[in-house]
């Protein structure tokens, strides 16, 4: 279980693209395409958690090194997820399993 210690600092749009070194309209692209997650604000404006950066830093690295279009980009993204949540599992069945206890 995890508790913020202080609530979650959000970036709009111009920032966001800035802090990245890409454009905002690909950034729009990025969210149509439900690869990156925004908030809206009452006038339509987008907003994002500093931890997207990572996340599209990711995604920036997958389509250089494998030429994929974006919406496979989208899908690899969320197959690295669903097998890293797989093994993290696994790791955590294992452990209980071996009856280990940990020095903390």
Do not use: K
Request: net charge positive; aromatic share 8%.
């Amino acid at each position: 279980m995890r508790y913020a210690l202080m609530r979650p600092v959000r970036v709009d749009l111009e920032t966001f693209a800035r802090d990245a070194h890409v454009h905002p309209e690909l950034i729009r692209r990025f969210v149509a395409l439900g690869i990156l997650d925004a908030d809206r604000d009452a006038s339509g404006g987008l907003w994002f958690l500093r931890e997207q950066l990572a996340v599209l830093a990711r995604v920036q690295r997958l389509r250089a090194g494998f030429s994929l279009n974006y919406a496979a980009v989208g899908l690899v993204c969320d197959l690295l997820d669903r097998i890293a949540a797989l093994e993290a599992a696994q790791r955590h069945r294992a452990h209980q399993r071996s009856g280990d206890r940990s020095w903390t």
